[in-house]
DNA sequence: TTCTCTTTGTTAAGAATTTGACAAATGCAG
DNA sequence: CTGCATTTGTCAAATTCTTAACAAAGAGAA
């Protein structure tokens, strides 16, 4: 592409998409990026801004078609090819993310799962069946693997990725809550869940010391 | 508390938690905001920067102690009492989280899980039994809850989401993918996965039109 | 104790992000 | 077809966030 786009663009895009997807649900044909601002909680100029990024996707006087704006959207973030994604730990939370991206209507698809475990091999998850983690490199070696999604504990974290990145996979879905160390060629994207409640709880508490002064 | 703390100061503070419990198990007793600057791959200066809107916690010439630094962030972020978390929805994502939480050493513990499902009634997930939707109010009426953890369909977030609050929640952690509109003494803190799988997707989107153009 | 070295807290400069403003383009009513 | 109303794309100002720099404080060696 052109320019590198600023990280806190990025981070804003998916949230357009998911607002668009549902403005066309709806069946609205066209949006203005005041009325975008009003639904969305966010100024106008910051989402012409946002999406000038990219190209003009506007018209003045008009706004936005909605269908188009869409689907340059998806082509924006790569959603407009399916991406097969490998899971690592099939416990609780391997098996939520499994059905979660199994059933979303989402450009991704579960192509394997594998876990440490030799008494789940064999065991089906959202339609795929477990694999031994051994067979890792074997199975890189046949299938093209976009995305490998980590939800192991944290001990095995760093191994685990280095595996996959020495076997060809270039993004890690990090549910791990440590820090991964990648070669630069290599994306992670955390979710780290035990960050996201300490956030809550600091916002928490904030607040109960705000309500209890009285206020400001 | 005394003024108001930049929300990326605060997006930062939980992995400096996390660094710090990691040190603290190795035994390391001291530690320079160089040292943790390396460590961490941030600047020095954003450390102290950042540490300094809360109060001086280290000593020119030493650095900072571990033990203290950790309890004094711990106390900052709100972990020092147990925060007791009901779960609505529980599903597969559900059922992972409330283990989670559970089995985390992280001062949160699961008060209660409620499904709409009446064949869930009575199960037990991480130790607790599931109570059907309808014994919310009652519950909430009985019980301190600071957090409600949404994961449920997005289709019912923004009612079940209203119900809580009528009841006396002002904290939810919230798995669905809308974003959920809610008075000013409610502090909501997302996780959409969504959203996040598609950041993905877009670096990898990125990082594939880098490489196959040669580099800059 | 004294001297040197380390390292913080803090100020200020620099960079990045967000918001505001408006000319230019287009829609739409009459 | 004309003219007013709408709305974008973009430039500039304002704000926020990050990094650099350094005086002052204390650690630790001799």
Redesign the pocket.
Known sequence: MEKDI????IRRMPRYYRYLEELRAEGVDR?????LSRLMN?????I??D??NFG?????????NVDYLHDEIAKILGLTRVHPVILIGVGNLGQAISNYVHFSRLSFEIAGLFDINEKLKGREVAGTRIRTYDELPEFLKSHDVDIAALTIPKQHAQDVADDVIKNGVHAIWNFTHVDLIVPDDVVVENVHLSDSLMQLSYNLTEREAETSSDEE
Do not use: E, M
């Open positions: 600023s990280s806190a663009v949006i203005s990026s005041g009325d966010v100024t106008a100029s910051q012409r801004q999406l000038n003009g996707f506007g018209q003045q006087g008009y706004g936005y």
